[in-house]
Structure formats: structure tokens, C-alpha cells
């Protein structure tokens, strides 16, 4: 099996989708000389080109438990990493695959942040696989490592959403030169590609009332990180209750939310906004954010904050750096 060295793997990851494109693959990949393949998806492409020993490592049932998994840092297959499981191609194409759940807007960010969280060890590259098979409705392809966890439906390169399970995004924004820069972030989040979201976020609460502003902001500790409890829906949630918004505050809301998913590609937003709406999620939704340590800098512009629903939560950490955790349910 072909094996790249450390310098080669990272070189990799800083590549753009155009330099992949796979009519530049080498003619031995038997895949893309076969007609049919014209029609697939990348994904579909990435699984009809493993042989029988990857298939076996890295394809799990539809049903597996750790389809609703998520952590900041967890591996789907932890012995069975990118670089010592596909070959060079089958690599490309998993970055292919990655930058095309992303907006062209975000993705050199999203990749330099990826690149920058695996501290430049082998150990810590990615990892990546599917649930089911193509004869499954919901057959996934899902790429997981150090503050990344994305997914998509692998039977279309349109975005369908994020399919029923979570995803994370982070950042511990140290230079590659020393790992201990920045493990707690001042007030503005230097080097954070993700603090975009948080600034929106704060424009919605500076839209709301005094009362509804007093009624968000919650005194008790924001939702677990641990992975069994971080997307559970709370029996009782806390902060304040999106019923009682307007109008124009719910529109608001689910501007502010569509707003901060740019940074997918925009079929997925469109299919979660989507599905937002039409299951009218709003009004079951309370909105929370957090004052005292979780506040950096104590000044009100909020770093922690949860959307949070039963069939939905948003969990925004800040605090000493950036985690989040999305879900909707299907």
C-alpha cells in the first residue's frame, strides 16, 4: 500500500479542489477509466475504489453506534488513518471530497485549521469511512480527526444537509511552531477562524430587548462536553424561550443561523434552514449564552452560547477556545 511521509501527507491537505480534479488521476485507477463512473458522486467514487481489505477497515453498518458519536478529538477508524490506509489517489480524493463540503469562501481556513490541530505527527492525521452501503438511503461518508468531524450523504455531491448526525468544528489556534500559543484565547479570538459565527451570534442578541437579553443570559454552567452528553436535548432547557419572540425576531434567528453555516457548502445550509423552518423548530428552541468565566474579557460580547432543542442543538464554546457542536436531528 502506498505510504506518504509526514511532509508529503501535510502537503496534501493544502491542495485545492482544482489541483485534485480527478481527470488529471493516473490512468491505472481503474475506477475513473469505467463509464459508469461519470454518474457517481466523489463519495460514491471513493467507495467503489477500495479494494476488499479497505472496505472491511473502514466501512461500518448504517445502523452502527457510532454514527451519533462526536468528541472534539475522536477517530472513526483510529487504527486505519488516511495515510496509511488509501493510497495517494483514494488521499486526493478524501480532500476532494472535504474541501467540497465547504464554501469557497472558508475553506483555506478550514483547511490551515485541520492542518495546523494535528501538530504536524502522523499520529494525528484523520481519519475517514462510511456507514452502509450504496443500498442504503442514508449511506454516509464521514471524515473525522482533532476539531473536525463533517459528513454528507454519499450518493450526491448535493448538499442534503448533515443527514441526522453531529458534526464539530474547532480550533486551538497555536502557531505550528509552539503549542502552547493561544490554548486560551483572548477576548477577539486571533486566529480563530471560527469567531465569525460568534459575532454574528452577538448581533442577534444586541436585536433583542432588555428583558429578553436578561432572560438569555443564564448563570448556570453551559452542556457537557462529554461525548455521551454534549447533543443530548435537555428535559428541561435553559434561557430564553423562542415562542415568545416576534416575528421579526424568529426571522431573525433563523437568519442569524443560516448566516453562520456560510462556511458549508450552500446546499447544506439550504437544507437545514430548510428543514428548520418547515418543521417549525423555532418556537421549541431557547437560546442561552453564559456570563463570568465564559464571558473572556468580561465584556459582554458572548463567547459560550447554546440553541438548544429536542430535536436540535447549536453549542458554541469559547472558552479557553472555540468548540462546536451541531445537530439537527433527521
Not at 475517514?128 to 455531491?157: L, M, Q, Y
Request: glycine content about 6%.
Amino acid at each position: 500500500m502506498h505510504q506518504l511521509n509526514r511532509r508529503g501527507f501535510l502537503a496534501r491537505a493544502s491542495f485545492s479542489a482544482a489541483a485534485m480534479a480527478i481527470t488529471q488521476w493516473s490512468p491505472r485507477n481503474s475506477l475513473l477509466l469505467a463509464e459508469e463512473s461519470k454518474s457517481d458522486s466523489l463519495a460514491m467514487q471513493l467507495y467503489k475504489s477500495l479494494n476488499d481489505e479497505q472496505r472491511q477497515k473502514v466501512c461500518l453498518p448504517s445502523d452502527h453506534p457510532r454514527r451519533q458519536y462526536v468528541s472534539n478529538w475522536w477517530y472513526i477508524h483510529p487504527d486505519y488513518r488516511i495515510p496509511s490506509t488509501f493510497d495517494s489517489n483514494q488521499q486526493e480524493l478524501i480532500q476532494t471530497i472535504f474541501d467540497s463540503l465547504h464554501s469557497s469562501e472558508y475553506i483555506e481556513e478550514v483547511k490551515k485549521q485541520v492542518r495546523i490541530d494535528q501538530y504536524g505527527q502522523l499520529k494525528n492525521a484523520p481519519a475517514a469511512g462510511f456507514f452502509g452501503t450504496p443500498d442504503d438511503k442514508d449511506f454516509e461518508f464521514i471524515f473525522t480527526g482533532h476539531h473536525v468531524t463533517r459528513r454528507c450523504n454519499a450518493h450526491s455531491d448535493k448538499g442534503l444537509g448533515f443527514g441526522g448526525a453531529p458534526i464539530f468544528y474547532g480550533h486551538y489556534p497555536h502557531s505550528e511552531e509552539n503549542m502552547q500559543d493561544n490554548f486560551n484565547e483572548s477576548p477577539d479570538h486571533p486566529g480563530n477562524p471560527y469567531w465569525y459565527q460568534g459575532r454574528i451570534f452577538n448581533e442577534f442578541v444586541q436585536g433583542l430587548t432588555a428583558e429578553q437579553q436578561s432572560k438569555g443570559l443564564v448563570s448556570a454552567a453551559p452542556r457537557s462536553e462529554r461525548p455521551e452528553a454534549v447533543i443530548q436535548t435537555p428535559a428541561q432547557a435553559q434561557g430564553l424561550d423562542c415562542s415568545t419572540l416576534s416575528a421579526d425576531q424568529k426571522r431573525l434567528l433563523v437568519d442569524t443561523m443560516k448566516r453562520m453555516l456560510k462556511m458549508f457548502r450552500e446546499d447544506d445550509v439550504t437544507a437545514t434552514v430548510q428543514s428548520i423552518e418547515q418543521r417549525n423548530l423555532v418556537d421549541r428552541l431557547h437560546v442561552s449564552w453564559f456570563p463570568d468565566k465564559y464571558d473572556i474579557g468580561s465584556d459582554k460580547v458572548w463567547d459560550t452560547w447554546q440553541i438548544e432543542g429536542p430535536e436540535f442543538v447549536w453549542y458554541f464554546r469559547g472558552q479557553p477556545h472555540i468548540h462546536c457542536y451541531f445537530h439537527l436531528k433527521s
